[in-house]
């Protein structure tokens, strides 16, 4: 499964063309927190506090239309023939930065 990458699959979100899929419920919070950030709401209407995490557990699928999320398993996202992206986390080491680290050590020998 691909991975999330908010730049490329965000208009697809929020346009009902993909869905994303958490394994956790802690990457659940931390995706809805991002959406809640963003402006966006349940289709309902309501705040993003609750990640309906229990219906679906680790099966959880989010998708966007207009500002508004839904939420279903990812069955139901690839019966419907919807694309099924993972989210990893926002914190992954992927995301920091890949500058070299020196000890001090490593500098006073140098001098």
């Known amino acids: 499964m691909e991975s999330l990458n908010i730049k490329k699959h965000w208009n697809k979100f929020n346009n009902e063309s993909l869905a994303v899929h958490c394994e956790s419920e802690d990457l659940a919070k931390e995706f809805l ?22 219906e679906h557990k680790e099966k959880t699928c989010y998708w966007g239309n207009r500002n508004y999320i839904s939420y279903s398993s990812i069955d139901y996202c690839q019966e419907l023939n919807t694309k099924v992206v993972g989210f990893e986390g926002f914190n992954q080491d992927k995301y920091k930065s890949k500058i ?7 500098i006073f020998d140098a001098i």
Do not use: A, F, S
């Open 100 to 106: 070299p680290t020196i000890t001090t050590k490593e």
């Open 33 to 54: 927190k991002y959406c809640q950030d963003k402006g966006m709401r349940w289709h309902g209407g309501g705040v993003l506090l609750d990640t309906q995490w229990e």
